[in-house]
């Protein structure tokens, strides 16, 4: 049987594989201390708000014969596994989440092999408080009942609330909601609710009050901040009712009557009061107190006043009675009570209405005359209005009320006793618009107040108001707009304008006049409003074609309004289409379209838009296309050669007239024809190199040769000034005196081309293109080039380059007989007034790239003369 090793040691295990006879060690781990994240995980601690999937620590060990270990974890049978380990590299990391009001602390079995030996340990994890948790109210919520005569700062409550946290996140203190609008305080540390110094409860106020409460721990650490957890509860105080109040009267002051017909036993008045203690009220009794006279008698159960005799024996008119309301106790004793005074008036009969006095005696109409607007709180002081009612006391209260249209005026006094002046203010000043009335009528009302007639009188007032100048003319726009055809004559109607005054007399005559940068070629009828146009102007589209003005309506005394008036002058075809010249030349290269172009002076579309079309082409009528918007002529999309065009027409000359019409789009329509005469060539390629292309590019453009040539110039001088400067300062470095040299440098053979215009009939086939080498010439003849394409031979003398910081020798001069330049003419166009600046379409792209070809094959034919 073979040797089972078994050491018993402290907390751990170590087994010894049978397999080996030798001795072996067993693996073990580090011990780092409690506070290390790195070894047998003894004595460690985690807070319970570490995040699931956080690596908290690494077990590490080693094995004495160095053989690589392996680490397990494992728990207890039927515990909840809170963290997995890598085998590996012993990194621990968290699966389930902690919480330290469930469980504290974790037994937890670690283990190291080296694959033959395996010891085991037992660690406990102690898990640290996170400020998770809420105080928990143990008492709340609740409802206490109060006596209202509780002292003032007595404790009336003791909160309770718990918090299963530690440390100060497990302290609790206590808060109210609101402090400062109730009667309660709290005591933030143990908890007890007190009535606040200085306060009392009242039933009779309020009955039940509520409080919300406040608990809060003392804050600590949850996932790396500072945080403080606080819960909330409703105490209800209902307010218990004592016997604290005396009665009170309800509805006072009181006042009474008696009347000339009361008889005894009449009852005048009741009063009636209730116990201030509403919760447990007690019964009421009623007595007179003092200044009854013994005319008066008081029902002690119902507070009913009763006259005892007649009022012809009243000596008084007035009577100031004491009343006294006491509280009976259950055993019938008087209690508390309290006293108020009942005024009892004697008035005779009401047999008098309210009437209105004139300065001449009674009066039902009143009248007055003033101007529209008057300031507002202004006494209509042209009305003298008295009122008087002949009663007394009660029977003469009225009360005045004015009726008419709108707030615009206001009575005063409202109220009246026997008799008063009447005053009407102005309360609205805007609305009395003598433009909205031209006078106004109000009804005064006088009305008893408190006699059951009810008696009452009126007045009708008539104000008439006087017109003011107190309105601007309107106009009915803000702007007009007007439109007028261009050939209308000097004095035609362009607009009317109207604005209105609501003034009367003068003050609503209307006067106009107009103004403004646009309105010289205008004039207005004062009266009217009619805008019409100078007897001598002429509009014109084409010149200008928006007007714009202002108009000023003004009344006698100078108030005025402004509208603006646009005014649009309409366009009419007035203009035919005209082409430079009626008789146009032009040369066609095969596959190169050439540009016709005519102009419209009319100022707007469609009178200025052209179409063109071919009314006639000779010898052939159908070997040309024309687009009818931009004017290219062109050949059929099948011409590909001469061949095929001399095929057609069964004849060796390639010139053709055309007639080409140009018609605008207006209203009546306008036309104009031109003839043009076409000579039609392939496309031959030049030979000159470089320079030959450049040239044939640009050879309608000789602004562009010139400075190019200008640029060359410029740059040769810059090179020379600075080749000579380097040249001396390396020569005053040297500290030499060199001989004085005279350099002298042979003339230039410069080469020169003559050019045969290619679309001419040559004599000869091989003498279409005729490239000559001579003597440089100081002009240069172009056969046409262009210019209108209205001249076939043209003898152009360049002109001088634009200013350069050093200027170019001048040409050399003129000597006939020499090498001519013939230039082919690609495509033109008729050159009308420029109204756009040139830029470089696709036309252009296609001469330059048929000038490259000419050139080519030019080149082409020289090599094969040699």
């Not at 209405?353 to 009674?362: A, I, L, M, S, V």
């Not at 109607?493 to 609501?502: C, G, I, L, Q």
């Not at 050949?635 to 019409?661: F, G, H």
């Not at 053979?749 to 091989?766: D, I, L, V």
Request: charged residues 25%; contains cysteine; aromatic residues 10%.
């Amino acid at each position: 049987m073979k040797n089972v090793k078994i050491l018993h040691l402290p907390l751990f295990f170590v087994f010894v594989h049978p397999c080996f006879a030798q001795a072996d060690f067993a693996p073990y781990f580090y011990d780092n201390g409690p506070y290390s994240y790195n070894g047998n995980m003894a004595l460690f601690s985690l807070s319970e708000d570490t995040a699931v999937g956080t690596q908290i620590y690494c077990l590490n060990g080693t094995d004495p014969e160095g053989q690589e270990v392996r680490y397990g974890l494992s728990f207890d049978a039927g515990s909840k596994e809170y963290f997995r380990v890598d085998p590996i590299s012993g990194n621990i990391t968290l699966v389930e989440q902690l919480d330290r009001e469930k469980r504290d602390s974790i037994d937890v079995l670690v283990s190291i092999t080296d694959g033959q030996s395996k010891v085991v340990e037992r660690v406990t994890i102690f898990v640290m408080d996170a400020n998770d948790e809420k105080p928990e109210f143990l008492n709340m919520p609740a409802i206490i009942d109060v006596l209202e005569t509780t002292g003032s700062g007595s404790s009336i409550y003791k909160v309770e609330a718990v918090d299963k946290d530690t440390g100060s996140g497990g302290s609790v203190t206590f808060f109210l909601q609101n402090p400062q609008s109730t009667l309660f305080a709290m005591d933030r540390h143990s908890g007890v609710l007190r009535i606040k110094s200085g306060e009392m409860l009242d039933y009779e106020k309020t009955k039940t009050h509520f409080v919300t409460v406040i608990a809060r721990d003392g804050g600590g650490d949850f996932n790396g901040k500072e945080q403080f957890m606080s819960s909330s509860a409703t105490l209800t105080i209902n307010v218990i009712d004592a016997q604290d109040t005396p009665p009170f009267f309800i509805g006072t002051p009181y006042f009474g009557y008696v009347y000339e017909i009361s008889e005894p036993g009449s009852e005048i008045f009741t009063v009636v009061a209730k116990d201030g203690d509403a919760g447990n009220p007690n019964p009421i009794r009623y007595s007179f107190d003092d200044g009854d006279d013994g005319v008066f008698s008081i029902n002690k159960t119902s507070g009913c006043i009763t006259l005892l005799t007649l009022p012809m024996y009243l000596k008084r008119e007035i009577f100031n009675i004491k009343v006294k309301a006491s509280e009976i106790s259950p055993e019938g004793r008087l209690m508390d009570y309290e006293v108020t005074m009942v005024v009892i008036r004697v008035v005779d009969l009401n047999n008098n209405p309210p009437t209105f006095y004139g300065e001449n005696g009674p009066k039902n109409m009143f009248e007055l005359t003033m101007y529209e607007h008057p300031p507002e709180g202004e006494i209509l002081r042209g009305l003298k209005i008295t009122v008087n009612d002949s009663d007394q006391g009660a029977n003469a209260k009225f009360n005045l009320k004015l009726i008419g249209p709108g707030r615009m005026l206001r009575v005063v006094p409202q109220t009246v006793l026997n008799e008063a002046q009447v005053t009407i203010l102005v309360e609205d000043s805007a609305a009395m618009d003598y433009e909205k009335h031209h006078f106004l009528t109000y009804k005064l009302l006088a009305v008893e107040i408190d006699t059951p007639e009810r008696f009452s009188a009126t007045a009708d007032i008539v104000i008439h108001l006087l017109d003011t100048n107190d309105n601007a003319p309107k106009f009915s726009s803000d702007y007009y707009i007007a439109r007028i055809p261009e050939n209308s004559p000097g004095g035609s109607n362009v607009v009317s304008v109207t604005a209105t005054d609501p003034d009367s007399g003068p003050w609503g005559e209307v006067k106009y006049s107009i103004y403004g940068s646009g309105a010289d070629l205008f004039l207005i009828q004062p009266v009217s409003g009619i805008i019409y146009t100078q007897p001598w102007a002429s509009l014109d589209a084409e010149v200008r074609s928006k007007y714009n003005f202002y108009v000023k309506a003004e009344d006698a005394e100078g108030k005025y309004s402004l509208a603006e008036v646009f005014v649009t002058v309409l366009d009419l075809n007035d203009h035919p289409p005209a082409f430079n010249d009626n008789f146009l030349e032009k040369t066609m290269v095969i596959g190169a379209p050439v540009k016709i172009e005519a102009v419209d002076d009319d100022a707007e579309v469609p009178n200025n838009v052209i179409e063109y079309a071919i009314m006639k082409a000779e010898p052939d009528n159908n070997i040309f296309d024309i687009n009818a918007d931009t004017g290219e002529i062109m050949l059929k999309s099948y011409i590909k050669s001469m061949a095929i065009i001399q095929n057609i027409t069964k004849q060796r000359d390639c010139t053709w007239s055309l007639v080409v019409q140009a018609r605008d789009r207006g209203q009546p329509s306008f036309s104009t024809t031109a003839v043009i005469k076409i000579d039609i060539t392939e496309a031959t390629q030049l030979s000159g190199g470089p320079l030959g292309s450049f040239l044939m590019q640009n050879r309608n453009k000789p602004l562009q040769i010139l400075g190019m040539l200008a640029g060359v110039i410029s740059l040769m001088v810059i090179v020379t000034v600075i080749i000579s400067t380097a040249t001396f300062m390396r020569n005053k470095k040297s500290n030499r005196i060199l001989p004085n040299r005279r350099v002298r440098r042979r003339a230039r053979k410069q080469q020169t081309w003559n050019f045969k215009n290619p679309f001419k009939t040559p004599e000869t086939a091989g003498e279409k293109f005729r490239v000559e080498e001579e003597e440089p010439e100081p002009e240069v003849i172009v056969d046409n080039v262009n210019y209108n394409n209205n001249v076939t031979n043209v003898v152009r003398h360049w002109p001088l380059p634009p200013c350069a910081p050093s200027l170019p020798p001048p040409p050399p001069t003129y000597i006939p007989g020499e090498r001519q330049w013939a230039v082919p003419t690609v495509s033109a166009t008729v050159a009308p007034k420029p109204r756009k600046k040139p830029f470089m379409n696709r036309q252009d792209t296609v001469n330059l790239a048929l000038v490259s070809e000419l050139k080519m094959k030019l080149e082409q034919k020289k090599m094969l003369k040699h």
